[in-house]
């Protein structure tokens, strides 16, 4: 039985704690001894987007030491495993301590797929779901394929959501744009975060998305702070809490056969 550590984001910590817990309940499910460190801060991130590398160093150093005891470490943000593999080199020296630590440290659906090989999920959805891809994720991660690289097509999210009974999905024009967050640039561009937002928002209510959802709640925070001030909001899930079992608010199921409701 894998023993991992459970990462949990600053912005999931504060504001949308069930996402954390339906972290902890898939992985559960999944035959993980899951614990999660009290003394775990912030991955350091928003410090180093914002080019405040120095406040960022003892941050790495702190969440290496704590995540020591375990095989894996598993975050829902992609955003801040990248950070992890791709970025704490530019902080720290380069040692077999955080090589280890680069190549134990895994964002949710790359674990499950990846790690656990775990290739369905049992359970119910029957709404069509716009998947939104995170930056960091797609392009740092290779959680999917991005549309301007050639090869074989792959999207780890979708290959765990399609297992769901009666789920379908939203096939969008620009399928892994930018939603504009980028952490402190939609505090810095505020006007053009938005619009940016507002872009991805539209190409999902054109494509027929009924529950938004992705695998950072830092993107999908921004998207939703857009989406409450449209006059018929969908709901927004983090990917969690739909693997868990979570079902959305506000909208009643359809059978996807018949078009009753179910």
Known sequence: MPRVGL??????DQFYPDVGLATLEVLEQHGCEVDYPAAQTCCGQPMANTGCTDAAVPLAERMINVFAPYDYVVAPSGSCVAMVREHYTDLLPLTNKLQEFQAKTFELCEFLTDVLKVDSISGSFPYKVGVHQSCH????????RSSETV???FDKARQLLKSLDGISFAELTRTDECCGFGGTFAVHEEAVSCMMGRDRLADHRAAGTEVLTAGDMSCLMHLNGLNQRHAQPFPVMHIAQILAGRQPEGITPVNSTDGSVA
Do not use: H, K, T
Request: hydrophobic content about 40%; glycine content about 12%.
């Open 137 to 144: 994720g797609l392009r740092e991660l290779r959680l999917a």
């Open 151 to 153: 090869g074989d097509d």
């Open 7 to 12: 990462f949990i984001p600053c912005y999931i």
